[in-house]
């Protein structure tokens, strides 16, 4: 961690401050808290800012803005603490979502059982019974990728594309779930299924998740699922605060 944080431009559009070169506990904290930091300060030239898995980008346009005054305040509360021993932002949420893990909908759960060398009684035990946390959001509107699972969940995407599955489809890959906003290609396994969407625009609050809310699922039969199914967009999922 001795190289990090680094902060650089991103062209004209903004800065990035990245906390680490791949993804661990430590670097996903400081990213998140660090956003929220910098959501504290209230600089008016931000226009928005966004927490990746181990990076914070603040959009600001370089074209009126000095990048090396911008690049000096971001130095500056950098060094009010050490972003690698942080706690999670207050008002978090808990989330509990229904989730079909029946072999009709969770079509690859036998084949990531074998890749994380578990029978498929033991993943199911184990998936069913993890509590993971937003550590971004992305590649689909409100699309969270939720992590991260013990290492033996470090399993590999498939070498081949399933050319679709549906919204609401729980996936997992490389000690992550992600839980699909829309239909889509993925080379991630398709483990599970939710009636839950994490984003619908005609709702109060279109983006269900924020980084740093936990997840856990309720399991559920077919049935309940097509149930669940037919109602709104929340699926029957619940939520508490925490932190």
Same mark, same amino acid.
């Given at each position: 961690m001795s190289d990090y944080p680094k902060v650089a431009?991103? /062209?004209?559009?903004?800065?990035?401050?990245?906390?680490?070169?791949?993804?661990?506990?430590?670097? !996903?904290?400081? &990213?998140? &808290?660090? +956003?929220?930091?910098?959501?504290?300060?209230?600089?008016?030239?931000?226009?928005?800012?966004?927490?990746?898995?181990?990076?914070?980008?603040? #959009?600001? $346009?370089?074209?009126?803005?000095?990048?090396?005054?911008?690049?000096?305040?971001?130095?500056?509360?950098?060094?009010? +603490?050490?972003?690698?021993?942080?706690?999670?932002?207050?008002?978090?949420?808990?989330?509990?979502?229904?989730?079909?893990?029946?072999?009709?909908?969770?079509?690859?759960?036998?084949?990531?059982? !074998?890749?994380?060398?578990?029978?498929?009684?033991?993943?199911?035990?184990?998936?069913?019974? #993890?509590?993971? @946390?937003?550590?971004?959001l992305g590649f689909a509107p409100g699309q969270p990728?939720?992590?991260?699972?013990?290492?033996?969940? $470090?399993?590999?995407?498939?070498?081949?594309?399933?050319? !679709?599955? %549906?919204?609401? &489809?729980?996936?997992?890959?490389?000690?992550?779930?992600?839980?699909?906003?829309?239909?889509?290609?993925? /080379?991630? @396994? =398709?483990?599970?299924?939710?009636?839950? @969407?994490?984003? $619908?625009? =005609? @709702?109060?609050? %279109?983006? &269900?998740?924020?980084?740093?809310?936990?997840?856990?699922?309720?399991?559920?039969?077919?049935?309940?699922?097509? =149930?669940?199914? /037919?109602? $709104?967009?929340?699926?029957?999922?619940?939520?508490?605060?925490?932190?």
């Amino acid at each position: 961690m001795s190289d990090y944080p680094k902060v650089a431009r991103v /062209g004209l559009a903004g800065v990035v401050v990245t906390f680490g070169e791949t993804l661990s506990e430590s670097a !996903n904290l400081a &990213a998140i &808290a660090f +956003r929220a930091a910098v959501d504290a300060q209230a600089w008016g030239d931000v226009q928005e800012t966004a927490s990746s898995l181990v990076s914070t980008f603040l #959009s600001v $346009d370089l074209t009126d803005v000095s990048y090396d005054d911008i690049r000096q305040r971001l130095l500056a509360l950098l060094d009010t +603490r050490d972003w690698f021993d942080v706690s999670l932002p207050p008002d978090r949420k808990l989330w509990t979502l229904p989730m079909c893990f029946e072999s009709h909908v969770a079509p690859q759960l036998k084949d990531a059982a !074998n890749a994380a060398g578990v029978s498929k009684k033991a993943a199911l035990e184990q998936l069913v019974g #993890s509590r993971t @946390r937003v550590i971004t959001l992305g590649f689909a509107p409100g699309q969270p990728y939720l992590g991260l699972l013990p290492e033996k969940w $470090d399993i590999p995407r498939q070498s081949e594309l399933t050319p !679709n599955v %549906p919204a609401g &489809a729980l996936v997992i890959a490389i000690r992550q779930f992600v839980i699909f906003a829309t239909a889509t290609p993925t /080379g991630w @396994r =398709h483990v599970g299924q939710t009636a839950f @969407r994490p984003f $619908d625009p =005609h @709702r109060e609050i %279109p983006f &269900a998740f924020s980084p740093g809310d936990e997840v856990r699922f309720a399991p559920i039969t077919l049935s309940e699922l097509s =149930h669940l199914e /037919g109602g $709104d967009s929340f699926g029957g999922a619940e939520w508490e605060c925490i932190g």
